[in-house]
């Protein structure tokens, strides 16, 4: 019942609808415990709230078509069915789909258009309608969101099925789609030329014609006899050039054309009725000069302006009209990523000025630009719709624009703008800069050198008051200190930076739950104060660093997991056992690669590890000798998963006697109870190249914990074979 009230109220009672709480139980009973059936209900009738329209349902004769004919569930039948008919039309077309397959979301709304499965709203966008279609049918339980992603869709196997019953009585679709094969390695299908031929000439009332990811090099000249054609996707294929007869097609309204990396050209002329062009290439001769654009009156959706650098009048760029273009919500500006002396800074400073976008644009994208500065528009407070912009590889801008003052940018990464030295006031552009930034990026600046807090000699205490991933990277010359007050920040990644030392200042990072810290100077690492939330921690190639600071490890109370990687002159990791007190919620260690490491604290004597731990791994820590002896309460605690893996640690003289139980050995009662081991959890140890392992390790006498489940050890040079026998029910 919870499920249902949530699906149909928002909340999971009736508190508010007392009246139609025993229909509703009724209903749900018919439901027989099928979630999908629930849920499918319970959207129906989301909007409905009389208990006759409830009974309606409850009453329907559809519960009782038999199921051995139908074989579909009629609470999907009864969901179709209360459907008006536009969407009715629509969730039919979804029977192409075969079954598991990931629905995108834009895309299927771009087929339902070009089919005219869409009605026309005055005052609404096309897309903006058909997105009311499809979540319509979201709400109905038809389609169903993938967890990983905002904007890919399933169908339910019973939904396809209602769908494909459906489709059988419509009539014919005007649709050729390819639906490319979803799996981490993907090859593009194979299609002749002259089966293309063949199936254009045979399909001339297409309106959506899909060819992507199709391992085709050139569209045949027939095409033009589509001349209901609306859509055209050629997205991922290998085609260098578009026939000319392309441009008859008066009704196309979308051509797509992401990922097409060897398209060199566009054919002159222009198709005015364009509404999606998800590429343009500026050429020279017989291709598209940028003026084209003007024409194009009605883009929207994405647009990628690629070759910038071969326009020859920045005249051009203005004649484009991008201001005039509302539609567009994501631009991407790209010119050559070849800086010789074909370039000219001047006119291409002038071309970006002119290439000034609607206020309506969310999403910018400006690659190897090659002008000395940013024209005044990108750092403008009107651009109040931009969420996210990248700059990257525009390798001769000397400062970077007023970003700061774009009051909606939640995103913006920068990367490759090799001759920025100073980031400063001229960034921020105002005292209260980034209200709504929460991702940022710097990568691979090469002479960036300062980072500046202050606007007008004024240090700016709040910089970005929303901040949660802050990723500085490859900046080797950067000096200085992080922004002091990140209360936000979430994940904090400071990559290959050796000159950045912000020991003498103190920053407090309260809500940070990952750090990444590598190639870094140790300093920045101990200006972290009150890192109490942090629960993700990885240190990497830190050579000054030789055991972890007293009060940069005495906050981390939640710290869930700790590796250290590449720390050559690493000996121990804590300054004494009150630090490992406090490490409560530590369940994974890894040491690697860390040559001078001997001991885990940083004074002779036994020691207990942190009780929670589950996993450990130790490798290539070629001076450590011995393990804590009181190792045992590694595996005190219940869990999934309990492992210990040691790996080329050559010097390892022995393991803790609390891992392997000796036969003459007693338990703390006095009794002589060798398979009541303490180190009852664990279930996978691992030991490989650790040549001073003595023969005796695991020699008759002595047995392994009653739980192991996994046991290998391997090019242990000094270790005996193993008797026949080591635990009750484990065989070798």
Same mark, same amino acid.
């Given at each position: 019942?919870?499920?249902?009230?949530?699906?149909?109220?928002?909340?999971?009672?009736?508190?508010?609808?007392?009246?139609?709480?025993?229909?509703?139980?009724?209903?749900?009973?018919?439901?027989? +415990?099928?979630?999908?059936?629930?849920?499918?209900?319970?959207?129906?009738?989301?909007?409905?709230?009389?208990?006759?329209?409830?009974?309606?349902?409850?009453?329907?004769?559809?519960?009782?078509?038999?199921?051995?004919?139908?074989?579909?569930?009629?609470?999907?039948?009864?969901?179709?069915?209360?459907?008006?008919?536009?969407?009715?039309?629509?969730?039919?077309?979804?029977?192409?789909?075969?079954?598991?397959?990931?629905?995108?979301?834009?895309?299927?709304?771009?087929?339902?258009?070009?089919?005219?499965?869409?009605?026309?709203?005055?005052?609404?966008?096309?897309?903006?309608?058909?997105?009311?279609?499809? $979540?319509?049918?979201?709400? &109905?339980?038809?389609?169903?969101?993938?967890?990983?992603?905002?904007?890919?869709?399933?169908?339910?196997?019973?939904?396809?099925?209602?769908?494909?019953?459906?489709?059988?009585?419509?009539?014919?679709?005007?649709?050729?789609?390819?639906?490319?094969?979803?799996?981490?390695?993907?090859?593009?299908?194979?299609?002749?030329?002259?089966?293309?031929?063949?199936?254009?000439?045979?399909?001339?009332?297409?309106?959506?014609?899909?060819?992507?990811?199709?391992?085709?090099?050139?569209?045949?000249?027939?095409?033009?006899?589509?001349?209901?054609?609306?859509?055209?996707?050629?997205?991922?294929?290998?085609?260098? &050039?578009?026939?000319?007869?392309?441009?008859?097609?008066?009704?196309?309204?979308?051509?797509?054309?992401?990922?097409?990396?060897?398209?060199?050209?566009?054919?002159?002329?222009?198709?005015?009725?364009?509404?999606?062009?998800?590429?343009?290439?500026?050429?020279? +001769?017989?291709?598209?000069?940028?003026?084209?654009?003007?024409?194009?009156?009605?883009?929207?959706?994405?647009?990628?302006?690629?070759?910038?650098?071969?326009?020859?009048?920045?005249?051009?760029?203005?004649?484009?009209?991008?201001?005039?273009?509302?539609?567009?919500?994501?631009?991407?500006?790209?010119?050559?990523?070849?800086? +010789? $002396?074909?370039?000219?800074?001047?006119?291409?400073?002038?071309?970006?000025?002119?290439?000034?976008?609607?206020?309506?644009?969310?999403?910018?994208?400006?690659?190897?630009?090659?002008?000395?500065?940013?024209?005044?528009?990108?750092?403008?407070?009107?651009?109040?719709?931009?969420?996210?912009?990248?700059?990257?590889?525009?390798?001769?801008?000397?400062?970077?624009?007023?970003?700061?003052?774009?009051?909606?940018?939640?995103?913006?990464?920068?990367?490759?703008? $090799?001759?920025?030295?100073?980031?400063?006031?001229?960034?921020?552009?105002?005292?209260?800069?980034?209200?709504?930034?929460?991702?940022?990026?710097?990568?691979?600046?090469?002479?960036?050198?300062?980072?500046?807090?202050?606007?007008?000699?004024?240090?700016?205490?709040?910089?970005?008051?929303?901040?949660?991933?802050?990723?500085?990277?490859?900046?080797?010359?950067?000096? +200085?200190?992080?922004?002091?007050?990140?209360?936000?920040?979430?994940?904090?990644?400071?990559?290959?930076?050796?000159?950045?030392?912000?020991?003498?200042?103190?920053?407090?990072?309260?809500?940070?739950?990952?750090? $990444?810290?590598?190639?870094?100077?140790?300093?920045?690492?101990?200006?972290?104060?009150?890192?109490?939330?942090?629960?993700?921690?990885?240190?990497?190639?830190?050579?000054?660093?030789?055991?972890?600071?007293?009060?940069?490890?005495?906050?981390?109370?939640?710290?869930?997991?700790?590796?250290?990687?590449?720390?050559?002159?690493?000996?121990?990791?804590?300054?004494?056992?009150?630090?490992?007190?406090?490490?409560?919620?530590?369940?994974?260690?890894?040491?690697?690669?860390?040559?001078?490491?001997?001991?885990?604290?940083?004074?002779?004597?036994?020691?207990?590890?942190?009780?929670?731990?589950?996993?450990?791994?130790?490798?290539?820590?070629?001076?450590?000798?011995?393990?804590?002896?009181?190792?045992?309460?590694?595996?005190?605690?219940?869990?999934?998963?309990?492992?210990?893996?040691?790996?080329?640690?050559?010097?390892?003289?022995?393991?803790?006697?609390?891992?392997?139980?000796?036969?003459?050995?007693?338990?703390?009662?006095?009794?002589?109870?060798?398979?009541?081991?303490?180190?009852?959890?664990?279930?996978?140890?691992?030991?490989?190249?650790?040549?001073?392992?003595?023969?005796?390790?695991?020699?008759?006498?002595?047995?392994?914990?009653?739980?192991?489940?996994?046991?290998?050890?391997?090019?242990?040079?000094?270790?005996?074979?193993?008797?026949?026998?080591?635990?009750?029910?484990?065989?070798?």
């Amino acid at each position: 019942m919870e499920l249902f009230a949530s699906h149909a109220f928002g909340v999971p009672n009736f508190d508010h609808h007392p009246d139609l709480e025993v229909l509703g139980r009724k209903i749900v009973e018919k439901c027989e +415990g099928l979630p999908l059936a629930v849920k499918a209900l319970a959207g129906l009738l989301r909007t409905k709230v009389h208990p006759r329209e409830w009974e309606a349902i409850l009453n329907s004769n559809i519960w009782d078509l038999p199921k051995q004919k139908i074989n579909i569930l009629p609470a999907l039948l009864l969901s179709y069915f209360h459907l008006p008919s536009h969407l009715r039309r629509c969730f039919a077309y979804c029977a192409i789909f075969p079954k598991d397959y990931e629905i995108q979301q834009d895309e299927l709304i771009h087929w339902w258009i070009a089919e005219g499965l869409v009605k026309k709203n005055e005052g609404m966008d096309c897309c903006n309608t058909g997105l009311n279609y499809f $979540n319509e049918l979201v709400s &109905r339980s038809l389609f169903q969101k993938l967890s990983s992603s905002e904007s890919r869709f399933l169908m339910h196997d019973l939904a396809n099925d209602l769908a494909k019953l459906i489709y059988h009585g419509m009539k014919r679709l005007r649709s050729f789609i390819s639906l490319k094969k979803q799996s981490s390695y993907h090859v593009n299908s194979a299609l002749s030329h002259k089966v293309l031929c063949d199936l254009l000439s045979a399909l001339k009332y297409l309106r959506v014609l899909s060819l992507s990811h199709y391992s085709i090099r050139m569209i045949p000249d027939c095409i033009d006899e589509l001349r209901h054609l609306r859509h055209l996707d050629l997205s991922y294929t290998s085609i260098e &050039r578009l026939p000319k007869s392309i441009v008859v097609l008066y009704n196309l309204e979308a051509l797509m054309l992401q990922g097409c990396r060897q398209l060199i050209e566009l054919p002159k002329g222009s198709l005015v009725g364009l509404e999606m062009l998800s590429k343009f290439i500026v050429g020279m +001769g017989n291709g598209s000069r940028l003026e084209e654009l003007k024409d194009l009156e009605n883009l929207k959706g994405e647009l990628c302006i690629s070759d910038l650098h071969m326009v020859q009048k920045a005249r051009d760029a203005g004649d484009a009209n991008l201001c005039a273009k509302k539609g567009i919500y994501h631009l991407t500006m790209q010119w050559s990523t070849h800086f +010789g $002396n074909f370039r000219n800074e001047e006119l291409e400073g002038e071309v970006l000025n002119f290439l000034y976008p609607h206020q309506n644009l969310a999403d910018l994208e400006i690659s190897y630009y090659g002008g000395l500065k940013f024209p005044l528009w990108l750092g403008s407070p009107t651009h109040v719709n931009i969420v996210c912009l990248c700059l990257q590889g525009c390798q001769r801008v000397k400062a970077l624009p007023s970003l700061g003052q774009l009051s909606s940018l939640k995103e913006l990464y920068i990367q490759d703008l $090799n001759a920025i030295c100073t980031v400063g006031s001229e960034f921020y552009g105002t005292k209260s800069p980034f209200p709504s930034l929460m991702t940022l990026e710097f990568k691979d600046m090469p002479l960036w050198e300062d980072w500046s807090h202050c606007v007008d000699s004024e240090e700016i205490g709040v910089l970005f008051p929303l901040l949660k991933h802050l990723l500085v990277q490859d900046c080797p010359k950067l000096i +200085g200190r992080l922004p002091s007050q990140l209360s936000s920040l979430i994940k904090l990644e400071i990559k290959s930076c050796l000159c950045t030392d912000a020991s003498s200042f103190i920053i407090s990072l309260p809500s940070l739950n990952e750090l $990444n810290f590598r190639g870094c100077n140790e300093g920045v690492l101990k200006s972290l104060v009150n890192l109490t939330s942090l629960a993700n921690l990885v240190i990497k190639d830190v050579a000054e660093l030789t055991c972890l600071n007293h009060g940069f490890t005495s906050s981390l109370i939640k710290l869930e997991k700790l590796k250290m990687q590449s720390c050559k002159n690493l000996m121990y990791l804590w300054q004494d056992e009150d630090v490992i007190r406090n490490l409560t919620s530590l369940k994974s260690l890894v040491v690697d690669n860390c040559p001078e490491f001997i001991s885990f604290i940083a004074r002779e004597g036994d020691i207990e590890l942190p009780s929670n731990l589950e996993t450990m791994v130790l490798k290539n820590c070629i001076n450590l000798e011995k393990l804590p002896s009181k190792m045992h309460t590694l595996f005190c605690m219940p869990a999934s998963t309990t492992s210990l893996n040691i790996r080329d640690c050559k010097n390892l003289l022995s393991l803790p006697n609390g891992l392997i139980v000796h036969r003459d050995e007693h338990d703390i009662n006095g009794n002589n109870n060798n398979l009541s081991d303490v180190m009852s959890c664990l279930q996978e140890l691992d030991i490989s190249n650790c040549a001073s392992l003595p023969a005796s390790l695991f020699s008759e006498g002595r047995f392994l914990p009653v739980t192991l489940k996994k046991l290998e050890i391997m090019r242990c040079t000094g270790v005996e074979s193993l008797a026949e026998k080591l635990v009750d029910g484990f065989e070798i």
